[in-house]
């Protein structure tokens, strides 16, 4: 069903109706329009409770294409977190000249803003979703079937590394992938994946290449470009705030 923007706040799903796309993952949902003619799926990795899954969903469904909408997510909230992910990596990125000062000033400034507020700054406790537990793959699968977008959809639950395994996924092509997963064992893991199986013009969406609360997606994308040989593109600095991709 298409949905008028007063309908998908209320059922929270990204609003594909509105033009231009607003908000942090806009870049995502303008690829998604307008690559029609590259081959393979929409993968997300980190789907919480369908927000942006659906929303891809809808503009696959809108034009007929044979492309599905891919979600992996434990549907259980973070799995465990590695030492890369801790708020201290903040400072090894400043010192090591890998962040701005402008970035490190606002990861310290968030940092003071949520200890006032009383929140630990702590992966798991840094966003206002907590760990991302409130949700359940029951859930999302019946949001799907709801917004009649689940012939567009698979979903796979359990950790990436797991997940990214299974049968139906070892012969996938992939058009783009959004990675919105927070920490730096998923994007290990969506990187390694998605790299080798991503169409020519394809997109990697690094939703958290730029963070004030993790740390870690900038370790693992930066030695997984090292190793390939390639470096994230800068699709835009709004001033505060830079959103990045990697292109094939
Ligand atoms: C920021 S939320 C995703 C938000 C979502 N894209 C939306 O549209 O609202 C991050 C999600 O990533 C999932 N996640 C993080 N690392 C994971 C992993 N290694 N395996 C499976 N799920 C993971 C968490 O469970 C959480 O639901």
């Known amino acids: 069903m298409a949905l008028e923007p007063w309908e998908a706040s209320i059922l929270g799903v990204y609003d594909v109706a509105t033009r ?11 690829f998604v329009e307008h690559a029609r003619d590259l081959e393979g799926d929409f993968l997300e990795f980190g789907v919480y409770r369908g927000r942006s899954l659906v929303g891809t969903a809808m503009l696959l469904q809108e034009r007929g ?6 979600g992996f997510d434990t549907f259980a909230g973070f799995p465990s977190t590695s030492p890369f992910d801790l708020q201290e990596r903040f400072e090894q990125l400043h010192e090591e000249g890998r962040i701005s000062s402008d970035h490190f000033e606002r990861v310290v400034k968030n940092r003071a803003h949520l200890s006032w507020l009383g929140r630990d700054s702590h992966p798991s406790a840094s966003s206002t979703s907590g760990n991302f537990s409130n ?6 699968r019946s949001l799907l079937e709801y917004t009649g977008t689940d012939s567009q959809v ?8 797991e997940s990214v395994e299974e049968p139906a996924n070892a012969r996938r092509t992939v058009a783009g992938a959004l990675i919105d997963c927070d920490l730096w064992g998923g994007y290990q893991v969506a990187l390694d994946y998605v790299w080798p199986r991503l169409s020519p013009g394809g997109m990697i969406f690094l939703d958290e290449y730029y963070s004030l609360k993790f740390p870690g997606p900038r370790f693992a994308v930066d030695s997984f470009c090292e190793e390939h040989g390639i470096r994230p593109t800068l699709l835009e600095d709004e001033g505060s705030w830079e959103r990045w991709a990697i292109f094939k």
């Not at 231009?20 to 303008?30: A, E, I, K, L, M």
């Not at 949700?135 to 999302?140: L, N």
């Not at 698979?154 to 590394?161: H, I, N, S, T, V």
């Open 20 to 30: 231009p796309y607003t908000g942090g993952s806009r870049h995502w949902f303008d």
């Open 154 to 161: 698979e979903l796979f639950a359990g950790e990436f590394a």
């Open 135 to 140: 949700t359940s793959e029951h859930y999302v």
């Open 65 to 70: 294409s044979d492309s599905i909408a891919v």
